[in-house]
Each structure stands twice: as structure tokens, then as C-alpha cells.
């Protein structure tokens, strides 16, 4: 199970941290990140960091956006500061235990069908 929190409202230029605590499964050789969804967009990576521990980042979100995890990857963190009104969206934490892909594959592709997900938290951002 993985449960978001810290979204909110911030002006553009602000900050926010988002938090992902991982509950159900133990170990740290598995790959987590962040993902957003837009109204009327598909879903894509934010920030990963792969069973490797191999960190990636969208271009769109490179120099602003922080990925980190405790070591057991029990929690995942997303310090996003320089936030753009186009950084509004739905933000999930994703995590595969099972998933071969690493490093900016896992960014692109995703958890895979049967990966838990969290229930999201809300992002926006206003100019």
C-alpha cells in the first residue's frame, strides 16, 4: 500500500514536498517514483529512482524537482520547488517490486500492471 501527502495550492515560483509512505512490503530492491497526471493528459514520470538506485528526472522538471527515499524506501519524498502552473496535476507514487526496467525505462515506463499505486495527491499551481 502507498499513501501520498502534501499537495496543495501554491503560487507559481513556490514550493511543496510531497511525502509516500510504503506499507505491506519490506525491501529496498525494488524501483519507486513519482507520477503525474493532467485533466485531459496521459499519465508520466516525474522522478525515479530504479532497484539500482539510479535517479531520473522528466526534462521538464530537471534543476527543480528533488527525488530521495529513506533507505529501506519505506518512504519516498519529492521536494519540488520553481513550481510552474504547468507542474498542476495529480501526483502518484508508484512502486514495482517486479519490473526489470531501470534507470530512465522505469521513468518512461512506469510500474507495471499489477504494481500498487497510491490514491494520488492534488497539485496546483496558479500563476
Known amino acids: 500500500k502507498l499513501v501520498e501527502s502534501g499537495g496543495g495550492s501554491v503560487q507559481a515560483g513556490g514550493s511543496l514536498r510531497l511525502s509516500c509512505t510504503k506499507s505491506g512490503y519490506t525491501g529496498g530492491d525494488h524501483c519507486m517514483g513519482w507520477f503525474r497526471q493532467a485533466p485531459g ?7 525515479t529512482i530504479d532497484a ?4 531520473e528526472y522528466a526534462d521538464s522538471v530537471q534543476g527543480r524537482f528533488t527525488i530521495s527515499a529513506d533507505n529501506s ?19 502518484y507514487c508508484g512502486a514495482d517490486p517486479w519490473t526489470r ?7 518512461l515506463g512506469g510500474p507495471g500492471e499489477f ?7 492534488q497539485v496546483t499551481v496558479s500563476s
Open 52 to 55: 539500482d538506485g539510479d535517479i
Open 41 to 47: 493528459k496521459e499519465r508520466e514520470g516525474v522522478a
Open 101 to 107: 526496467l531501470r534507470g530512465r525505462a522505469f521513468l
Open 73 to 91: 524506501k519505506n518512504t519516498l519524498w519529492l521536494q519540488m520547488n520553481s513550481l510552474k502552473p504547468e507542474d498542476t496535476a495529480m501526483y
Open 115 to 121: 504494481a500498487p499505486w497510491g490514491q494520488g495527491t
